[in-house]
């Protein structure tokens, strides 16, 4: 008997060998126990077979064995995982941005010291903010994890439904309704869920100025997850989590630095001739304008913008990615994250390039300042925690929520087709299915979903497949629409292979989505083709094509190309930690990483 089936017994050998290592084979007859031992304890549980002289010795040495096994996965441990999301960068940012990082930034230690994998997309959509945390961290699709959009029409309550939102719990931190948010909604575990069921003395915080960039990365588990209030600007959670903020928490709002942060205008970090190699001109009519300026232009006077827009400006500049960073180093100290004898796991995602890049597009000054300043900040941060855990001894992974499409007047201008869809259609549908069935049917359209009423066709017994396909009919007539699936095509799709089955499918969850999901062309987006800014959802690689970066603990210097997927995520993370799969998770690992891969 190899002892590789030894230990498969045991339930141990199984994780190590997932990198796809080559098998160490050691010949026992010659060991002292002593040498035996330390050989092991150097392998951290990398794979390997032993062949032993005869039975008797491999009786004596197996219990012994799987000890040392067990002690050194303990022992191959980072003291502490820092998720990193920032929402709504698009792969080519690292590209096209690179002139304008710093030696000593965020990003240039990843591509110096860590691995990129330059191929990484998501695989389902509609690619949006909740989704997408929900994807990186339970490592599977909105068809199992349950979270379709950042809000959805819940058919059986008969209204619209936030994806965070939670009515059984209270706002902790101020008085607001900003607070009333769990994880509830997600319905597939998480990699912390993982981390703190099997290390339950686990830390697991998350951190954002959106409440759901905080909330899906935490999980249902969590110590905490904090977000920013758009009203009265400090760092509130809820009752899912505590009853009362932690005095840190609360001495943090103290400092006010949301007010300090607005007290400055938002003028370029560095000479703004400098940006000419990445973006735009500073002015472009396609792009949004803050409300109390007459176009978008640098600099901006943020104490006199702040009194229309109030404390939530922020999180439309820089400024809210810097408050987040002096947040998730205060909660590092007082927490003692990566300082204890557990591996702890922070999550911060950074939302206010979201925010900027809604407003301005991907090819702004804005945009460009935003991760030139997040890039230095995040080369801070890291530098922080080689003083504060250690050099060596945290891991880092960053990757987005999803990308972003270009302002579809801004390619118009270029000859490039692209354009809106504002919903008009839906009216137009209503109309048609009246004339044709005597009733418009349509109970609900949001996120390119159609849900019709199923009361009423049930009540005028009417065909529901021959409505469906009256719909689509229709539906395939309008101006940059592409396809249109029906509820029944995607739920019978659902039973085939998950590799198998489209983006639009793997983003479909039958008590959530509609009965007609529409897909657009590309260079489409969601409302009108004259709309200042851009936005995102899409299946197209402008919206998909995402940063998959490591950095730390046991990561290996390199990159690839081979395509790979955000749901790759989790299940890399439950390996190169030695915890379970997240439940639902249909990803897998990133082999790539670790040393010994080749």
Known sequence: MSFDAFLSKQN???????????????DTSNFAESDLMQSLFSMKCKPFLLQFDNIVTMKIFSSLLVMCVFCASLLAQPKLVVGIVIDQMKYEYLERFEPLFSDKGGFRRFSDQGFNFRNAHYNYSPTYTGPGHASVYTGTTPMYHGVVGNEWYDRYKGKQVYCAEDPSVS???????????????????????????????????????????????????????????????????????????????????????????????????????????????????????????????????????????????????????????????????????????????????????????????????????????????????????????????????????????????????????????????????????????????????????????????????????????????????????????TADEIIQSHALAFESISLTSRGYFSKRSGDLLLVLMPGYIEGSSSRRGTTHGSIYTYDTHVPILFYGYNIRHGNTTRPVYVTDIAPTLSFLLNIPLPNAAVGRPLFELTEDSQ
């Open 12 to 26: 141990i050998f199984y994780k190590a060998d997932t990198f796809g290592h080559c098998p160490k084979r050691i």
């Open 171 to 485: 706002t902790v931190g101020d008085n607001s309704k900003e607070g009333m948010m769990s994880c509830r909604n997600l319905i597939a575990g998480t990699i912390t869920d993982e981390l703190k069921l099997r290390s339950p003395e686990s830390k697991v915080i998350g951190i954002s100025v959106k409440d759901r960039g905080a909330i899906f990365p935490a999980g249902h588990a969590a110590d905490a997850a904090y977000w920013l209030t758009d009203e009265s600007g400090q760092f509130v959670t809820s009752t899912y989590y505590m009853q009362q903020l932690p005095k840190w928490v609360s001495e943090f709002n103290e400092k006010k630095l949301v007010d300090k942060f607005l007290s400055q205008n938002w003028t370029t970090l560095l000479p703004i001739n400098e940006y000419a190699c990445c973006a735009d001109d500073d002015y472009s009519p396609h792009e949004g304008v803050f409300t109390g300026m007459a176009k978008a232009i640098f600099p901006y006077p943020l104490p006199s913008l702040r009194k229309k827009a109030g404390r939530k400006l922020i999180k439309g500049t820089p400024f809210g990615n810097s408050i987040v960073i002096d947040f998730a180093r205060e909660a590092i100290q007082q927490e003692r994250l990566g300082q204890r004898n557990q591996t702890d796991f922070l999550a911060i995602s950074f939302s206010s390039p979201d925010y900027i890049g809604h407003m301005f597009g991907p090819r702004s000054v804005e945009i460009a300042d935003t991760y030139a300043r997040l890039d230095r900040e995040l080369g801070e941060f890291f530098t922080f925690l080689d003083l504060t855990v250690g050099a060596g001894n945290y891991l880092v992974f960053l990757t987005s929520d999803h990308g972003v499409a270009d302002i579809p007047a801004y390619l118009t201008d270029r000859r490039v087709p692209a354009g809106g869809f504002d919903y008009t259609l839906v009216s137009g549908l209503k109309k048609h299915l009246f004339d044709t069935f005597g009733d418009s049917l349509v109970e609900n359209a949001t996120n390119l979903n159609i849900y019709l009423n199923h009361q009423i066709i049930e009540r005028e017994r009417l065909d529901y497949s021959k409505v469906m396909a009256s719909a689509r009919q229709f539906l395939l007539k309008g101006e940059g629409v592409l396809q249109v699936f």
